[in-house]
């Protein structure tokens, strides 16, 4: 099964997989399966978990048709040339049975027998990969045309901002991404395929409503409330909150890559929120307007003045540059503190384009 | 007998449905490889086309498939216009086969630089090159990348002259203008041949600041308005009003003469 995506330039891998028996068994327990490259991310257990408990195969979505999502998480990432992630949801869909040639037809799009709404939730996902938040409201009366209802729409911002953050967080480190390539080719696997599929099928399961604990104090605190009810919403909670806690990067340091990439996405309402926040920590408005500017400020550290760069080279990408982006901070920063600088921008990369669309901003 | 020839023509059955089963199978296989085939070429096609045009642009348009031209739109765009200094004169010294070569380097470097720092080339006009910044998506910080995609070139083509220099071949010189203002972005052209391209003032002011260079004696000159914009790290040195054409007053330009050394590393960080 040949992927689309071969010929997209992919870096050698930045970091080495560390066994960890407990967040296999995390995996296992979650999906059914081991999740090898998890271990990559295993210094910075908050993005490992992230990455089990933020998919939206295992019990967040309660209105969107799980098909459609499966589909929408494919396209996005081949919109943005993650060759692991896009070859990870082809392995995913071929074990639960459909086709290789029914899923070449999905992606190009060439079936007519995709739903219109599907071809909808198609569209706003490639939109926001392209456009990003900018185009918020237009993709979003484009998807109540196609009568999904709010609740429909949040689960789909949520799919393409899910799938936004795993697209960053394996693209920068340079995952990998050949052996998941060729699992659909190899003899064992296509005579495990059947097992496999059950296996997945079922850990696989609808979402219930969840009522969100308590009430967040923290930047994205009113997107979390605004998806109240959805199980989503705890699942954004605990994540931003296991980022918060992680200590490899300051709390300001991690404000200000947000805030960069609030700023290159044009998020009023999120920048407004960050800003908020680093004032609290102390940074005055002058400087952050500086750092916002001009990516830099003489009171940042030299951390700060790496990241803050950084993160503006996240939100549109080409992925061999990025990748040669991220290896020459690999240099200067330890394995932990590039794998949360890789989580907390990829995160906000998704966050910021899930809030256009569900708070209605842009 | 009758049930030797019932079995006999069981098995006919069986055999005419394995084969049929079989030839079924083969066209699916054969339709499956002219998929595949196909999916290649267009591939293929795809990044051929992105040596044409900006990547994003190309992939735009085989993922909009048949959907006529996206409209063009309004933005906010960086300009950028760089062009050979001296052109005709190293023309006359060389031949045509070494001036392809001397200039193929200088388009490589130049294109490297605008691309390393999230330009895109929008045209190569001659010797000359239009570049783009924020035109394709948003970029806030567009000016700063322009200019320091300026100072770039200027360090790659002073090492691209010893590599020159040790072949005994001429040294090359650059001009840089760069201007910032509101335009149309969009694929533009004929119906037979479309390109995506940025109109606007400033395009057209970046190209007289270029020029200006000559006149000023210098290798980048920045207008007013990109100044204003600026990173206050950039070292500028404002210029004598000059006359350019189509402006009734003289205009007043800046100089970029680097960085100063307290923001080096973090450029370098940039870069």
Not at chain 1, 84 to 111: D, H, P
Not at chain 1, 196 to 218: C, D, F, N, Q, V
Not at chain 2, 60 to 84: H, I, N
Request: contains cysteine; aromatic residues 6%.
């Amino acid at each position: 099964m040949a992927s689309a995506l071969e010929h997209v330039a992919w870096e050698a891998c930045l970091i080495d997989p560390q066994p960890d028996r407990s967040l296999d068994a995390y995996a296992r327990r979650k999906t059914g399966l081991p999740i090898p490259s998890l271990r990559y991310f295993a210094p910075v257990p908050w993005l490992a978990r992230a990455i089990v408990d933020l998919h939206p195969e295992y019990g967040l979505l309660v209105h969107l048709d799980q098909d459609v999502a499966d589909i929408l998480t494919l396209i996005v990432s081949q919109e943005n040339s993650c060759r692991f992630c896009y070859a990870a949801q082809r392995a995913l869909l071929w074990s639960q049975g459909m086709s290789a040639a029914r899923i070449e037809r999905v992606e190009q799009e060439l079936s007519t027998k995709l739903a219109p709404r599907t071809t909808a939730a198609i569209a706003f996902g490639r939109t926001q990969s392209r456009i990003g938040p900018a185009a918020a409201r237009d993709a979003r009366e484009a998807l109540r045309r196609a009568g999904f209802s709010d609740e429909e729409m949040k689960e789909i911002a949520f799919t393409v901002a899910a799938t936004d953050f795993f697209n960053r967080a394996y693209t920068m480190p340079a995952i990998p991404a050949r052996p998941m390539e060729r699992m659909p080719d190899q003899l064992l696997m296509r005579l495990m395929r059947p097992l496999i599929g059950r296996m997945i099928g079922r850990h696989r399961h609808r979402g219930e409503a969840t009522p969100l604990e308590r009430p967040s104090a923290y930047p994205y605190a009113a997107l979390i409330e605004a998806c109240a009810g959805l199980p989503i919403a705890p699942a954004l909670a605990r994540t931003i909150e296991a980022m918060w806690a992680s200590s490899h990067l300051s709390r300001r340091c991690k404000l200000l890559m947000l805030a960069v990439v609030a700023r290159g996405l044009g998020c009023e309402v999120c920048a407004i929120d960050i800003g908020k926040a680093l004032e609290r920590e102390g940074l005055d408005e002058a400087t952050l307007g500086q750092v916002l500017t001009h990516l830099d400020a003489p009171e940042l550290d030299e951390v700060e003045r790496l990241l803050v760069r950084f993160a503006r080279e996240t939100i549109w990408y080409d992925p061999a540059a990025l990748q040669r982006r991220a290896r020459t901070l690999r240099d200067r920063l330890s394995v932990p503190e590039l794998l949360e600088a890789i989580g907390v921008t990829s995160l906000a990369n998704g966050l910021c384009r899930m809030g256009a669309m569900v708070m209605g901003h842009s | 007998m009758t049930g030797t020839f019932a079995l006999g023509i069981a098995l006919a059955a069986i055999a005419v449905l394995a084969i049929t089963l079989y030839r079924q199978w083969r066209r699916g296989e054969n339709l499956q490889r002219q998929l595949r085939a196909a999916a290649a070429d267009l591939d293929q096609l795809q990044n051929a086309c992105a040596r044409l045009a900006p990547a994003g642009v190309v992939r735009r348009l085989v993922a909009d498939g048949m959907q006529p031209d996206p409209a063009a739109e309004r933005k906010v765009a960086t300009a950028m216009f760089v062009d050979l200094v001296g052109f005709t004169q190293l023309s006359e010294r060389l031949q045509p086969e070494l001036l392809q070569r001397v200039l193929d380097g200088y388009y490589q470097r130049v294109s490297d630089a605008i691309d390393e720092h999230r330009g895109h080339v929008g045209s190569y006009v001659g010797d000359g090159i239009v570049a783009y910044f924020g035109a394709i998506q948003p970029n806030p910080w567009q000016c700063d990348d322009a200019v320091h995609a300026a100072l770039a070139m200027r360090a790659s083509i002073g090492a691209y002259n010893a590599e020159l220099a040790r072949e005994g071949l001429p040294p090359i010189a650059i001009g840089i203008g760069i201007d910032r203002g509101p335009g149309l972005a969009g694929l533009m052209g004929s119906r037979e041949r479309r390109e995506y391209a940025f109109i606007g003032r400033a395009v057209n002011f970046a190209a007289r600041l270029q020029a200006l260079t000559r006149q000023h004696g210098v290798d980048i000159l920045v207008s007013e308005t990109l100044r204003g914009e600026l990173d206050p790290g950039f070292i500028l040195t404002p210029m004598p009003a000059a006359a350019v054409k189509g402006f009734a007053e003289p205009v007043v330009t800046y100089a970029v003469e680097g960085r100063s050394a307290s923001q080096l590393s973090s450029a370098a960080d940039s870069a």
